[in-house]
């Protein structure tokens, strides 16, 4: 048996955006039985039935109807269901739950770390360049001390490509990879990239799960206009325990 799992920052998409047909296409073509969508609407997966989980809905900026920073979507129900993660987390940027699947019970942990310029004096904010992406971190290795759960995937937006091309600074580039690698998550989308971008949007792997495969979806519609200003990620995952 094998585990699909789709993740993709929509840019805000709502059920009533033109592009949102197309974006929810893309997506049931690969047939997952788990979605992270992040800068989302908490109603666009309504069409998928299943079940849906979301972070809060204050994420620290003008806050817009509908909006979620992320949404987490099983085709079983949700347990266990955390919303608020750490108390070091910059608002409303998070949610975890477990459900079953065909590898078994998953706990997902879904993230949308903050970035560059988030709560930034130009937006609305009195915080420094990255210091709610570091902040964020912080909250993660605070999350993840007590000890990993069995079949645990952390997946959504990164907002930070792994090597390649990175704009963050070099210490918060080292900091995002041990936060991950000293509790041994492996993140399995590091070298995925599409039309020479890397990907932000990442999964990351307790050792008990293999990704099988790993490939983009499309952000660009046929006559080259942008779905998002993110690519989405396919993973196929198996339970090697």
């Known amino acids: 048996m094998t585990l699909r799992v789709v993740n993709w920052n929509v840019e805000w998409a709502t059920p009533r955006s033109v592009r949102s047909p197309e974006i929810l296409s893309r997506i049931a073509e690969h047939s997952p039985e788990i979605i992270c969508l992040t800068e989302t609407n908490h109603r666009l997966l309504d069409s998928f039935g299943g079940h849906a989980i979301h972070s809060l809905p204050d994420y620290g900026h003008r806050m817009i109807k509908g909006r979620r920073k992320v949404a987490l979507w099983s ?57 709610d992406h570091e ?23 990164y907002n930070q490509s792994i090597g390649g091309r990175n704009s963050a600074p070099i210490r918060l580039r080292d900091k995002l990879k041990r936060t991950f690698d000293d509790v041994g998550l492996r993140i399995a989308t590091a070298s995925l990239e599409f039309q020479g971008r890397r990907a932000i949007d990442h999964m990351a792997l307790t050792p008990d799960l293999d990704a099988r495969s790993m490939t983009a979806i499309s952000n660009l519609r046929d006559d080259g206009r942008e779905l998002s200003d993110h690519f989405g990620v396919v993973a196929t995952l198996s339970s090697n325990k």
């Not at 409303?92 to 709560?119: K, L, N, Y």
């Not at 902040?135 to 997946?155: A, E, H, N, W």
Request: hydrophobic share 35%; with cysteine; proline share 9%.
């Open 75 to 131: 085709r079983n129900p949700w347990y266990a269901v955390v919303g608020l993660g750490s108390a070091v987390f910059p608002p409303g940027r998070f949610v975890a739950g477990v459900t079953d699947t065909s590898e078994g019970p998953v706990t997902v942990v879904g993230v949308c770390i903050p970035w560059s310029g988030s709560r930034t004096k130009r937006f609305r904010g009195h915080y420094s360049q990255w210091e």
């Open 135 to 157: 902040s964020y971190l912080d909250g993660l290795r605070t999350l993840f001390q007590p000890g990993l759960k069995p079949r645990m995937v952390v997946i959504g937006d």
